[in-house]
């Protein structure tokens, strides 16, 4: 069975790694505007992990694929892999 999370409760939670790493808190989704389905996630970056302030931003928000989501509920888990 599915579970049905709305966006407004995805947001400001933690985005944490499946190593447990901390990569942020979430901002916003980027959703097609054809499909309706969810592409990525606007991330705000932790400053305190040095490995999240290497990656790629774009207007100081990092991008991460919604791919690469493994769980949702109190934090966001996504795949390690797919953020490196």
């Given at each position: 069975m599915v579970k049905i999370?709305?966006?407004?409760?995805?947001?400001?939670?933690k985005i944490i790694t499946?190593?447990?790493e901390e990569v942020g808190?979430?901002?916003?989704?980027?959703?097609?505007?054809?499909?309706?389905?969810?592409?990525?996630?606007l991330v705000e970056p932790n400053l305190d992990n040095p490995n999240t302030r290497k990656l790629s931003k774009e207007d100081g928000l990092v991008v991460i694929s919604y791919n690469s989501v493994l769980a949702a509920s109190d934090h966001i888990i996504v795949d390690k892999k797919a953020v490196a």
């Open positions: 999370v709305l966006a407004k409760q995805l947001a400001g939670k499946n190593d447990g808190k979430l901002v916003d989704l980027e959703v097609s505007e054809s499909t309706g389905k969810i592409e990525n996630m």
